[in-house]
């Protein structure tokens, strides 16, 4: 799905004993206050840093968190994840106020191999998402050799993806090689039947993955806000809920494409509904499909809930991207918390199901079923794009055959 196009080194085939290692991470964590609440991202990445600190490398650590647009902004920094780090590697961890520059420089002179340097945010400099050439530049001065771990920032063409590949030698970590590998194998040849769950609020940014999966999938399930772009296609009532009017053509030929594979599609057949979007605000049901004039759809109802249940439980391979409400708001997450406690109902009884994208995996751990799931992907948007059969930046920036 990707993979095999491109020839990628891999960090257990590099020469790094007692080298200064620069590692692109995925540290884009929740925080409440200064309180990573989700550590799995961190988690993730200790296999290459284990395989690092074994080969006593000084290991430099990249990362960005949230959307800072290009500005020191203190409620977006790294700084949490560094008690995080020392308890799970047992090891001196520092911090760096800023991602390059003397202090930068500095730190990275005076720690001992065998430590770790977490930087500051990469996103604090506007030149990161605009792929600096300068930037990249001081980035890579920083160390001997550059290991790509950050699964979920492949899909950028940032100059920590693809700018400080061209002045070190690279290799892909352990993380990556194990999205890679799954996703190739499990979404590349499924065991059927193969259903694929999206949601999320728009189906502008999945329009090009859903024409792909329709080629491969035998059901989709279609939640979240995107629902009400596809019921006002098929001339559904939708109250005021949320609809893409540009994108109800591009709806109307996902419909007929499913209809003309075969491939069952099925959109919600109830909902939660509200007259304002706040938490505690009085919900309704709807019985039907349509949404009541002046209501709004938050969730999906249980009678969806029940279709969606039966659908899941016939499948062997299961895919899912985007909640199917606003669950990050109270009483609009329990849709979202059933199909996750279903997804690992069906994981129990042997289907593989692979989840997708921090809302995703954030419903997950509200619902207590993030180990229950055959495969967490780190990345929403990279798995989506892997899926699409996009070639991701990221990679092609490691490609030895560049």
């Known amino acids: 799905m990707g993979k095999q196009a491109l020839k990628l080194k891999r960090i257990q085939d590099a020469e790094l004993k007692d080298k200064k290692v620069l590692v692109r991470v995925d540290y884009n964590v929740p925080l409440e206050g200064t309180t990573v609440t989700d550590q799995t991202r961190i988690q993730e990445t200790l296999p290459t840093l284990k395989h690092l600190l074994e080969s006593n490398c000084k290991i430099i650590l990249l990362s960005h968190l949230g959307r800072p647009k290009g500005v020191v902004d203190d409620k977006f920094s790294l700084k949490p994840v560094v008690p995080v780090l020392k308890q799970m590697l047992k090891t001196q961890v520092h911090f760096g106020v800023d991602c390059m520059g003397p202090d930068a420089e500095k730190l990275v002179a005076k720690a001992k191999p065998g430590e770790v340097i977490l930087l500051e945010n ?40 693809v700018g400080i590949p061209k002045y070190l030698p690279s290799a892909i970590g352990y993380l990556v090689q194990k999205e890679l590998e799954f996703l190739d194998r499990t979404l590349g040849n499924p065991q059927r039947p193969f259903l694929a769950l999206l949601g999320g609020a728009k189906i502008s940014d999945k329009i090009g993955v859903i024409h792909r999966l329709l080629e491969r999938v035998n059901t989709l399930l279609i939640g979240g806000g995107m629902t009400y772009t596809f019921l006002a296609a098929q001339g559904v009532s939708v109250g005021k809920s949320l609809v893409e009017k540009d994108k109800i053509q591009d709806a109307e030929k996902i419909i007929e494409e499913a209809y003309n594979r075969n491939v069952a599609f099925l959109v919600p057949a109830d909902h939660v509904m509200v007259k304002e979007i706040r938490p505690g605000a009085p919900t309704l049901v709807s019985q039907a499909m349509a949404v009541q004039e002046d209501w709004i759809g938050v969730d999906i109802g249980p009678h969806t809930v029940e279709l969606f249940s039966e659908k899941i439980a016939e499948s062997k391979t299961i895919f ?31 289907a593989v199901t692979v989840v997708g994208g921090g809302d995703t995996l954030a419903v997950l751990a509200k619902a207590g079923a993030a180990d229950k799931m055959t495969h967490c992907s780190t990345g929403g948007g990279a798995s989506l794009e892997l899926l699409e059969g996009k070639v991701l930046p990221g990679l092609s920036a490691l490609s030895q055959e560049n």
Not at 124 to 132: A, G, I, L, V, W
Not at 136 to 150: H, M, S, T
Not at 338 to 347: D, F, G, R, V, W
């Open 320 to 350: 899912w991207n985007g909640p199917m409400g606003i669950f990050e708001m109270e009483p609009f997450s329990h849709g979202s918390v059933e199909i996750a406690k279903i997804l690992a109902q069906a994981t129990e009884a042997g």
């Open 122 to 161: 990469l996103r604090f400099h506007p030149e990161e998402e605009k792929n600096d050439t300068s930037f990249a530049k001081a980035l890579a001065g920083l160390g001997d050799y550059f290991i790509q771990d950050a699964f979920g920032a492949l899909h950028r063409s940032h100059a920590s993806t």
